[in-house]
Structure formats: structure tokens, C-alpha cells
């Protein structure tokens, strides 16, 4: 079974410019995740989408991130424009059900972002 | 404000002996926990988890303990391998949570042949 893919893997970009990630889940699972992880903390959730819907964005920076899942399979995240602290690694991940909660969650290897 | 805290950002360890890696909790609300492992340029991997209603879960050589009354909870990995050098994450979930992920900052364990 093939795992989450992300693309690109790293990515250099200068203040102010405008980038996007793209993310294709595991196939067959509902619920698909971004988080933001800065070097040396955890990660952080950005956004949870059930299918095609918005389950949680409560900690999206709206004003400069958006994300959108169409179809309800694959995903892009996009940050327009980027500041230095979006220097990161952005994670997806995705699981089955669609209950979200303790069903497992599985990451891609992440885009590995620097906004210099 | 830290919900999820990983007090201890490195472990040394020598092969074959035990490596007990350290969560601590702030929100009485988490009832459920989890370990993921982390390789460098990987995304972490799910390892074990435990709900509130146990105090302990085993995986092989993986187990984690839960202690409600002191809000902590610890993975035990016995016996360590050099393969086991990585990046250790705990996540906590809430009850009703989505899937809404609350990490630790990490914790990395070396494990020394």
C-alpha cells in the first residue's frame, strides 16, 4: 500500500513570495490533515479535512494560508505571501474512517520549507 | 502554554538496556495518548498508543505507562537497539477531539551500539 506522498520536498523561497504544497493521501482515507511543524517543537495542526469539507481550521493563519481538498482526495496548501516564520516543515497525514479521534493517523515525509 | 510537555530533549542510551522516554500533560480533558517515532526527513510514524480507561499498553518491546493522577506517562523501550535512534514524539488527543493532534516538542533518543 502506498504511503502519503508530498511534493515538492524542500523548497526555497524569498519573503513575500507565494508557494504551494500538494499532498495525495493514503487512497481510500476520508479525513486528511496539514500541520505545520517549526524546527525543534511538535507539530501543529493546521487544518482537517473530511472528505471535500473543512472539519477544523481554528489555527489556519487565514490571512496568508489557505488549503482546499477538492474532490476529497488529494490536497493543496498554499501560503501567499510567506513571511520568515513560515520557514518549516509542513507535514500531511491522513487516516480511514473519517471519525478522526484515535483512529491512526499516517504522515507523508513532509515539505521542508525556508523563506529567507 | 505547553499542553503536552517532553521535559528531557535527548536521550543517550547503550544498547540492550532500557530507554524510558517521558510525557507530561497539563489538560485533565486528554483521554487518549500516543507515541510517534520520527527518522530525519521522514514524517513520524505511529508506534503505541493507550486510552485513559488503562494504565499500561505493550507492544513487543514497546510500553507505555499511564499515570491519570499525576497526568504523566512514559514509554519504556526494552531491550534498546541502535535502530531505535530517533525522534520520540507523545500526542495527546481530547474526548470528542476529531483527530485534533496535541504534540510534544520531542525527545531524541541515541541509543549507542
Known amino acids: 500500500e502506498a504511503g502519503v506522498a508530498q511534493s515538492p520536498r524542500y523548497k526555497i523561497i524569498e519573503k513575500r513570495q507565494s508557494v504551494a504544497f500538494w499532498c495525495n493521501p493514503i487512497?481510500?482515507?476520508?479525513?486528511l490533515y496539514w500541520y505545520q511543524q517549526i524546527l525543534g517543537q511538535g507539530p501543529k495542526l493546521l487544518i482537517q479535512?473530511?472528505?471535500?469539507?473543512?472539519?477544523?481550521d481554528s489555527q489556519l493563519p487565514k490571512d496568508r494560508f489557505s488549503a482546499e481538498r477538492l474532490k476529497g482526495v488529494d490536497s493543496t496548501l498554499k501560503i501567499q505571501p510567506a513571511k520568515l516564520e513560515d520557514s518549516a516543515v509542513y507535514l500531511c497525514?491522513?487516516?480511514?474512517?473519517?471519525?478522526?479521534?484515535?483512529?491512526?493517523?499516517?504522515f507523508g515525509p513532509g515539505t521542508r520549507l525556508l523563506v529567507l | 502554554d505547553q499542553q503536552v510537555k517532553q521535559n528531557s530533549p535527548s536521550l543517550s542510551v547503550q544498547e540492550g538496556r532500557i530507554s524510558i522516554l517521558n510525557c507530561d500533560y497539563t489538560?485533565?480533558?486528554?483521554?487518549?495518548f500516543l507515541w510517534y517515532k520520527k527518522y530525519p526527513a521522514e514524517g513520524p510514524t505511529f508506534l503505541i498508543s493507550?486510552?485513559?480507561?488503562?494504565d499500561k499498553n505493550e507492544d513487543g518491546r514497546f510500553t507505555v505507562f499511564l499515570n491519570k493522577s499525576a497526568k504523566h506517562l512514559s514509554l519504556h523501550i526494552v531491550p534498546s537497539q541502535p535502530g531505535d535512534s530517533a525522534v520520540y514524539f507523545c500526542?495527546?488527543?481530547?474526548?470528542?477531539?476529531?483527530?485534533?493532534?496535541?504534540f510534544g516538542k520531542g525527545t531524541k533518543l541515541s541509543v549507542k551500539p
Open positions: 497525514a491522513s487516516s480511514d474512517s473519517g471519525r478522526g479521534g484515535e483512529e491512526t493517523q499516517y
Open positions: 493507550i486510552s485513559s480507561i488503562k
Open positions: 489538560n485533565s480533558m486528554f483521554d487518549y
Open positions: 487512497s481510500g482515507h476520508a479525513t
Open positions: 479535512f473530511q472528505n471535500n469539507g473543512v472539519v477544523d
Open positions: 500526542a495527546a488527543l481530547y474526548g470528542g477531539s476529531q483527530g485534533n493532534l496535541i
